[in-house]
């Protein structure tokens, strides 16, 4: 069953990826009218807030933009860099609304940033856990009892769980940042703004959908372990 369910968001989580994907072709299509690159747009947001310390840098692959508080770099992709347009802008005002949050101290970024090695841990347990169980199933019952092991993967899927959902709000909030700083920076017209609005939603919706899948996953755990304890 929890096969099914992973199988069945990574199918969702691919649907919505290829979505957001062909909006960004679409609207690189539309060249802006104020003729500015992701990487000036981005620069000139950040010169804005009076954000000095961050570097707008180029980074390879699609879609590959993030900001790094630890490195304090904006990363964009060669098509948000170098582009023109209102998919390229909208993604590099979110980057850097990312970089305004940590400039401002957004606590919820703050929360994100520090689940970070605890959710990597997470992964390892979690790994180490499933491996023992798919090779070692008959060692682990004599070391590991099914109830016990069962109950550390719940604890690691509650912290992959609460991590995306904690970074939902991350995730609106810079790009409500974006959006609203475009808008009235002139970045964008009437028209492109919409184009903006439209591709974050969607790269939002990639988060919506991961953040559904941890929770149900947790849950399915969760009742598994009640009904094994009511088998007692």
């Known amino acids: 069953m929890a096969l099914i369910i992973g199988l069945f968001f990574m199918a969702v989580g691919w649907m919505v990826s290829s979505k ?4 960004f072709r679409e609207y690189s299509m539309t060249h ?8 000036e747009i981005a620069r000139l947001m950040l010169a804005d807030h009076g954000i000095r310390d961050v570097q707008v840098v180029s980074v390879e692959g ?7 508080p630890a490195t304090r770099t904006v990363n964009l992709s060669p098509d948000v860099y ?3 347009n209102a998919a390229a802008a909208a993604v590099a005002a979110h980057e850097c609304g990312h970089a305004v949050q940590h400039a401002t101290a957004y606590s919820m970024l703050q929360f994100r940033s520090a689940m970070v090695p605890i959710q990597n841990i997470s992964a390892s347990i979690l790994n180490m856990i499933f ?10 019952r004599g070391v590991l009892p099914m109830q016990t092991a ?5 604890i690691c899927y ?9 970074t939902l709000p991350v995730e609106f909030d810079a790009s409500k940042r974006a959006l609203a700083w475009v808008q009235s920076r002139g970045i964008v017209t009437t028209g492109e703004y919409d184009m903006a609005k439209d591709a974050l939603k969607w790269a939002a919706m990639t988060y919506i959908v991961a953040a559904i899948g941890a929770v149900t996953t947790l849950i399915y755990y969760v009742l598994q372990y009640l009904g094994m304890n009511n088998e007692d």
């Open 158 to 166: 509650a912290v992959f769980a609460l991590f995306a959902v904690i």
């Open 62 to 68: 699609e879609l590959t933009d993030h900001y790094n």
């Open 82 to 84: 170098h582009g023109r």
């Open 32 to 39: 802006l009218t104020r003729d500015l690159t992701g990487s």
């Open 20 to 23: 957001l994907k062909r909006k």
């Open 150 to 154: 069962l109950l550390i993967i719940i």
């Open 131 to 140: 491996m023992a169980m798919l090779f070692g199933s008959f060692f682990m």
